[in-house]
């Protein structure tokens, strides 16, 4: 019998593209330009601490499956209001971070088509939410069509580029500790986001088989990818290909061997589907999740409506509603859009880090608790980067859950003269 259900591949393509999401676009040409030469070996590095983190957060979306995601596993391991706490983070985090991620391919689409920016935003956050609005079948081959087709240019792109590479030996740069540091601070974000693959278990066909598969595809995909990109990067010659101080630095560079002219059009594209596949998973994922909330009566019931599709309408129609309001709020320049990243971001680490203590709680295996510690240290040193605001506002969030958990943890008086 037939079932809407994901399977690996369908899993895949809501994992591909998001993960690479922007970052890919950004990151390469930044990369290099901060710590030259080694960047490439900092890319690895980073990629083998995705694969850890991909599976990390597999093993609890299989251990605790829902559309709750990694909040099950903090409720089992913290009790409910840390739950509750992980839920509101990742949440207030969509309620702000699509925006940006819509914006930046708005910016790209500006440069080439010229039409306003801020009716590009629009327009693709409705594109977004009437992709959503389909089941997830429906959903995922459409990411998986883009993301296969992105994997696919750009990897091309990135190899036919390497046969333009420079003459010198591969290692010309000197290597400087504060500069390599500070270039896997920046490549840390490519580990955001599969948290939010556990928010899909419910929509998962077998979700101990496929999670698994999908989470293995996607890791080589964006591996080869990631790599093949900053390779090429690092080290084409724009000049043996008539660009010489033409150069703009930027990715689009890597894929004028392949493109010429049109690298402009084709990377603006790129980079627009990349931003609806991120903020077609973040979206989606989260409206799944404040229904899972509704339903435990945690939210408003009606946020629990779902359509025959099992599309968690009322909960698309909140954050639409609230999309609509930061939108807006970026429209007027009463917030920016550094300004939604920077709040957006903290809620992200919080949300991961809190997942990943519970891993190191719930899962008694040295290799993930190992794992978890490293990411723990990492994800809070990022987070102490944070703006001073942001952290304050974190800390009232966390307040009252941690308050309770000790509360829980110190018997009261008449406990102890029983005891006694």
Known sequence: MKTNKLGPFLLSGLIIGPILGSGIIILPPLIHQVTGDYALVAWILMMALSIMFAFLFG??????????????????AFGKSFRTLSANFLILAVCLGPIAVLSTAAEYLHLWLGWNPYLITLG?????????????????????????SIAFILVTGAIISLLYYRGEVLISTPFEWPSFGYSLLLLFWCLVGWEIVGNYSGEVREPSKTIPRAIVFSAIVITVVS???AAAV???????????????????????????????PVISLITTALCISTALMVIGGVS???????????????????????????AMMALFTIHLITFTFVLLD????????????????????????????????????????FLAICFLGILLFSNVWVLILIALLTSWPLYTRLRMRVPDKNEVNNIV
């Open 334 to 373: 009463w917030a920016t859009l550094k300004q939604l990243v920077a709040v957006a971001d903290g809620f992200f680490l919080c949300n991961a880090l809190l997942g990943i203590l519970a891993a190191f709680k719930l899962v008694n295996q040295g290799w993930v608790r190992t794992i978890a510690i």
């Open 288 to 314: 799944r999740l404040i229904c899972a909330q509704a339903e435990q009566g945690i939210f408003p019931l009606f946020l629990a409506a779902r359509t025959k599709n099992h599309v968690p309408f009322s």
């Open 59 to 76: 093993k609890l979306s299989i251990l605790y499956p829902g559309d709750s995601g990694a909040s099950l596993a903090v409720e089992q």
């Open 124 to 148: 693709l956050m409705i594109l977004t939410y009437s992709i959503l609005s389909m089941n997830i079948m429906s959903v995922g081959k459409l990411s998986l069509i883009l993301s296969s």
């Open 227 to 229: 790599l093949t990109v």
């Open 234 to 264: 690092q080290w084409m010659d724009p000049a043996t290909i008539g660009l010489g101080s033409e150069a703009t630095g930027k990715l689009d560079m890597i894929l004028v061997p392949l493109f010429g002219s049109f690298s402009l």
